[in-house]
């Protein structure tokens, strides 16, 4: 079955930084790689989408990388502020009837002055 | 425009009891989603739904059920609580792509 991994828990940066987040799937390129923005005792929503045949996608200061050779994403939000501090998630999506959304654990950025 | 609403928002069981969690969306969206979220879990999908009338499970469907009798609602059922399933549980409904989330129902099972 496919695993979606988001290796670091945590990341701390300080703000004007630019945050990296790394997605790793392990087996099927999946048709869709979708990032989600979480804050505590809310529901995640819906940040960015990233086709396996795209390469990149750009939204205000966030902006998603797919390499299918590496199997991973990568999501980056420039010139950081405080308010970006929350938890980000991964999610992976196959094509087909059967349309499963799978979540990767997450990672919580903490964004300081 | 409500969105994704679910009900109760929180809710304490006593073990063996049974409960069914009620998930509505007003955006006409074919596909909806049971997770539930634990501390270092992350989102784990327990049921979800391709259309009305059908269900299919997820990567955790044990001690849970799931009717979609209507398009708009998504039903989650626990027959006999268990600790186990102290957890937050989260409704989604997808258009195709992205999923749009409610505000979670927060379930202790004592």
């Known amino acids: 079955s496919q695993k979606i991994e988001q290796n670091s828990e945590a990341l701390n940066i300080q703000e004007g930084k630019t945050a990296t987040l790394t997605c790793n799937y392990t087996?099927?390129?999946?048709?869709?790689l979708q990032w989600y923005r979480q804050d505590p005792g809310r529901g995640p929503v819906f940040l960015l989408l990233i086709r396996e045949n795209e390469k990149e996608k750009r939204k205000e200061r966030l902006k998603v990388t797919f390499d299918t050779t590496l199997k991973q994403s990568l999501f980056h939000i420039t010139a950081s502020q405080p308010a970006d501090s929350a938890t980000y998630l991964c999610?992976?999506?196959?094509?087909?009837?059967?349309?499963?959304?799978?979540f990767g654990t997450g990672t919580r950025l903490q964004v300081t002055l | 425009n409500a969105g994704v609403t679910q009900t109760p928002k929180f809710r304490v069981l006593k073990t063996g009891q049974s409960m069914t969690l009620l998930c509505a969306q007003d955006m006409n969206h074919e596909y909806m989603y049971w997770y539930r979220q634990d501390p270092g879990m992350g989102l784990r999908l327990i049921h979800y739904?391709?259309?009305?009338?059908?269900?299919a499970k997820g990567e955790v469907p044990d001690g849970y059920n799931v009717s979609r009798l209507k398009k708009q609602n998504f039903l989650l059922g626990l027959e006999s609580a268990a600790p186990s399933q102290t957890s937050v549980y989260f409704c989604a409904s997808s258009p195709g792509q992205e999923a749009f989330f409610g505000q979670g129902t927060r379930l202790t099972v004592v």
């Open positions: 087996n099927y390129s999946p048709a869709y």
């Open positions: 739904s391709v259309g009305e009338g059908t269900t």
């Open positions: 999610a992976w999506r196959n094509t087909g009837t059967a349309s499963k959304l799978t």
